[in-house]
C-alpha cells in the first residue's frame, strides 16, 4: 500500500497578506483570545472599519425571539432573545442606535448607542428610521438575495419590504458576516490541527479494529464501529459524536446514518465509507470533519479504484484552483471551486451521481457560516477570505451498489490553501 501523504502544518506569526482586504481579515483575527470578556465597542469598531471598507453606510441587526443567531457571535453578546422585535443600527461612522420595546428597554443594553423606544406598531417604522437616519443609505442585512445562501438569511420579506420603504437600499451581508464569524484565530486553528490529528488516528484505529474483529471471526456491524470511535473519542479528549459508518450500499446514500442496534453487517469484501465530525473538548474550538474510505481485504478492487480516483482528482483539483488563486493574490468564489471539482466528475460520466456540494464552511458547529464551496445547492458568491476554513469533499453514488467520498479540511492563509491534517490518497485495504 502507498504511503500516505502527510501535511504538516507550519505556523508563523504573522501571515502576510498580498491584498489591502487580505490584510484586514488578518487583523480582524489578532484580537486576544485569552480573556473571556467581550469588548463590544472594540468590535464595533472593527465593524466600522469593515463597513468603511465596503463602502457601506451601516449594518442593520434585526431580532425577533432569538431569530438570528448569527448576532450572538457577531457583536460578542450572549443570546439576546425577548418577546418583542428590536433592531441595532451601526453606521460606518458614529454612534449605534437600539430600537426596544417599551416593556423591554434593556434587552440588548450590553451593547452600546444611544436607544429609541417603541410602544405601538405604528411608531416602529419611524423609529427604525431615525436609527438610520435617512434616506438614500446603503446598508447590510442578514438577507440573501433570492435565498441564494440560506444561511444568511435571517431577516423576514416583511421586515426587508419594511426597511426598503425607509427610502434606504440593502445589501447582503454576507461577506460581513463571513468576517465576523468565520474567521479563526491562530488559537482556534492549532485546536481544530489538534481535532483532525486525532481524527485521523481514530479513523486508522477504526479501520485496524475491523480487521481484528474479521480475522477472529466476530461479527462486526456498523454500530460497532461507531461505538468504538465514539469511545476513543472520549479518551481523546474529544466530544463523542456520533458519525456515519455505511457499508457498500448504504454508502451510495451521503447522508445514511446507522440506526441504534440496527447497523448492517461488515464483513470481508465489503466497502466501507466513514464519515466523522467532532472537536476538542475547549471553549471556542472548531470542528474537524473528514471521510475516509476503507474496503475489507487486501487488494482493493478495480471498479473502486476507478471511482476512487475520479473522486479524489476533483477534490485536489478544486484544491489547486483555490491554492492557486490565493498565492496570485486573485479572488476566488465558493461557487468557482465547486464548479472546477464537480468538472472533473461531470467530464468523467458521473454528473448526476454527484448529489451535494463539493464543500461546506467549518466553525464551531462543524458546518460554518463562511462560504461554501457550492455552486449546485446554493450559489454561494461568497469569495473565499483567509483565516477561514472549508471541507473539499466531491462523491460519487452508485445507488443501490456504494458510495465514494474523499474529505479533507482546508484552510486558508493571506497566501495558499493548506490541508489541516495527514490525508487519504488511496482507499485503505483493511486486511492487508
Same mark, same amino acid.
Given at each position: 500500500?502507498?504511503?500516505?501523504?502527510?501535511?504538516?502544518?507550519?505556523?508563523?506569526?504573522?501571515?502576510?497578506?498580498?491584498?489591502?482586504?487580505?490584510?484586514?481579515?488578518?487583523?480582524?483575527?489578532?484580537?486576544?483570545?485569552?480573556?473571556?470578556?467581550?469588548?463590544?465597542?472594540?468590535?464595533?469598531?472593527?465593524?466600522?472599519?469593515?463597513? @468603511?471598507?465596503?463602502?457601506?453606510?451601516?449594518?442593520?441587526?434585526?431580532?425577533?425571539?432569538?431569530?438570528?443567531?448569527?448576532?450572538?457571535?457577531?457583536?460578542?453578546?450572549?443570546?439576546?432573545?425577548?418577546?418583542?422585535?428590536?433592531?441595532?443600527?451601526?453606521?460606518?461612522?458614529?454612534?449605534?442606535?437600539?430600537?426596544?420595546?417599551?416593556?423591554?428597554?434593556?434587552?440588548?443594553?450590553?451593547?452600546?448607542?444611544?436607544?429609541?423606544?417603541?410602544?405601538?406598531?405604528?411608531?416602529?417604522?419611524?423609529?427604525?428610521?431615525?436609527?438610520?437616519?435617512?434616506?438614500? @443609505?446603503?446598508?447590510?442585512?442578514?438577507?440573501?438575495?433570492?435565498?441564494?445562501?440560506?444561511?444568511?438569511?435571517?431577516?423576514?420579506?416583511?421586515?426587508?419590504?419594511?426597511?426598503?420603504?425607509?427610502?434606504?437600499?440593502?445589501?447582503?451581508?454576507?461577506?460581513?458576516?463571513?468576517?465576523?464569524?468565520?474567521?479563526?484565530?491562530?488559537?482556534?486553528?492549532?485546536?481544530?490541527?489538534?481535532?483532525?490529528?486525532?481524527?485521523?488516528?481514530?479513523?486508522?484505529?477504526?479501520?485496524?479494529?475491523?480487521?481484528?474483529?474479521?480475522?477472529?471471526?466476530?461479527?462486526?456491524?456498523?454500530?460497532?464501529?461507531?461505538?468504538?470511535?465514539?469511545?476513543?473519542?472520549?479518551?481523546?479528549?474529544?466530544?463523542?459524536?456520533?458519525?456515519?459508518?455505511?457499508?457498500?450500499?448504504?454508502?451510495?446514500?451521503?447522508?445514511?446514518?446507522?440506526?441504534?442496534?440496527?447497523?448492517?453487517?461488515?464483513?470481508?469484501?465489503?466497502?466501507?465509507?466513514?464519515?466523522?465530525?467532532?472537536?476538542?473538548?475547549?471553549?471556542?474550538?472548531?470542528?474537524?470533519?473528514?471521510?475516509?474510505?476503507?474496503?475489507?481485504?487486501?487488494?482493493?478492487?478495480?471498479?473502486?479504484?476507478?471511482?476512487?480516483?475520479?473522486?479524489?482528482?476533483?477534490?485536489?483539483?478544486?484544491? @489547486?484552483?483555490?491554492?492557486?488563486?490565493?498565492?496570485?493574490?486573485?479572488?476566488?468564489?465558493?461557487?468557482?471551486?465547486?464548479?472546477?471539482?464537480?468538472?472533473?466528475?461531470?467530464?468523467?460520466?458521473?454528473?448526476?451521481?454527484?448529489?451535494?456540494?463539493? /464543500?461546506?464552511?467549518? /466553525?464551531?458547529?462543524?458546518?460554518?457560516?463562511?462560504?461554501?464551496?457550492?455552486?449546485?445547492?446554493?450559489?454561494?458568491?461568497?469569495?473565499?477570505?483567509?483565516?477561514?476554513?472549508?471541507?473539499?469533499?466531491?462523491?460519487?453514488?452508485?445507488? /443501490?451498489?456504494?458510495?465514494?467520498?474523499?474529505?479533507?479540511?482546508?484552510?486558508?492563509?493571506?497566501?495558499?490553501?493548506?490541508?489541516?491534517?495527514?490525508?487519504?490518497?488511496?482507499?485503505?485495504?483493511?486486511?492487508?
Amino acid at each position: 500500500m502507498k504511503k500516505l501523504f502527510v501535511i504538516f502544518l507550519l505556523f508563523g506569526t504573522t501571515v502576510l497578506a498580498q491584498t489591502v482586504s487580505n490584510q484586514f481579515y488578518l487583523s480582524r483575527a489578532k484580537e486576544s483570545f485569552a480573556s473571556p470578556q467581550t469588548d463590544q465597542e472594540k468590535r464595533i469598531a472593527e465593524i466600522q472599519a469593515a463597513l @468603511k471598507q465596503q463602502k457601506l453606510d451601516g449594518w442593520l441587526f434585526y431580532d425577533f425571539r432569538g431569530s438570528d443567531i448569527l448576532i450572538p457571535r457577531i457583536l460578542k453578546t450572549e443570546r439576546l432573545g425577548g418577546s418583542r422585535r428590536w433592531f441595532y443600527y451601526v453606521p460606518a461612522i458614529g454612534e449605534p442606535v437600539k430600537v426596544v420595546h417599551a416593556i423591554e428597554p434593556d434587552q440588548i443594553d450590553v451593547l452600546p448607542g444611544k436607544k429609541l423606544i417603541y410602544r405601538e406598531w405604528s411608531l416602529l417604522k419611524s423609529q427604525v428610521g431615525a436609527a438610520v437616519g435617512g434616506k438614500g @443609505k446603503r446598508i447590510a442585512m442578514q438577507y440573501s438575495p433570492n435565498n441564494d445562501i440560506p444561511y444568511i438569511s435571517r431577516v423576514d420579506a416583511g421586515t426587508i419590504e419594511m426597511v426598503r420603504s425607509l427610502g434606504v437600499t440593502i445589501d447582503s451581508s454576507a461577506d460581513l458576516v463571513q468576517q465576523f464569524e468565520a474567521v479563526w484565530t491562530d488559537e482556534q486553528l492549532q485546536m481544530h490541527t489538534e481535532a483532525a490529528t486525532k481524527m485521523q488516528k481514530v479513523i486508522l484505529e477504526a479501520f485496524a479494529e475491523i480487521k481484528r474483529r474479521i480475522n477472529a471471526d466476530i461479527p462486526t456491524t456498523e454500530n460497532d464501529v461507531q461505538q468504538f470511535m465514539m469511545k476513543r473519542y472520549e479518551e481523546e479528549g474529544m466530544n463523542p459524536s456520533p458519525m456515519i459508518v455505511a457499508v457498500n450500499a448504504n454508502a451510495a446514500s451521503p447522508h445514511y446514518f446507522p440506526r441504534a442496534g440496527k447497523g448492517s453487517p461488515i464483513k470481508r469484501g465489503d466497502l466501507v465509507l466513514i464519515d466523522t465530525v467532532t472537536k476538542v473538548k475547549k471553549p471556542k474550538a472548531p470542528a474537524a470533519d473528514l471521510t475516509w474510505m476503507g474496503y475489507v481485504g487486501e487488494t482493493v478492487p478495480e471498479e473502486y479504484v476507478k471511482v476512487w480516483n475520479i473522486v479524489f482528482e476533483a477534490q485536489q483539483s478544486a484544491l @489547486k484552483a483555490i491554492r492557486d488563486a490565493f498565492k496570485a493574490g486573485k479572488p476566488i468564489t465558493g461557487a468557482q471551486a465547486d464548479d472546477v471539482s464537480r468538472g472533473v466528475i461531470t467530464k468523467a460520466g458521473y454528473a448526476k451521481e454527484f448529489l451535494h456540494r463539493t /464543500g461546506h464552511s467549518i /466553525g464551531e458547529e462543524g458546518h460554518g457560516n463562511g462560504a461554501n464551496i457550492d455552486n449546485l445547492e446554493t450559489r454561494d458568491s461568497r469569495r473565499l477570505i483567509p483565516r477561514t476554513a472549508f471541507s473539499i469533499e466531491p462523491g460519487i453514488y452508485l445507488a /443501490g451498489k456504494f458510495g465514494v467520498r474523499s474529505e479533507i479540511d482546508v484552510y486558508v492563509t493571506g497566501t495558499d490553501a493548506i490541508i489541516t491534517h495527514p490525508h487519504q490518497t488511496e482507499i485503505f485495504a483493511i486486511l492487508k
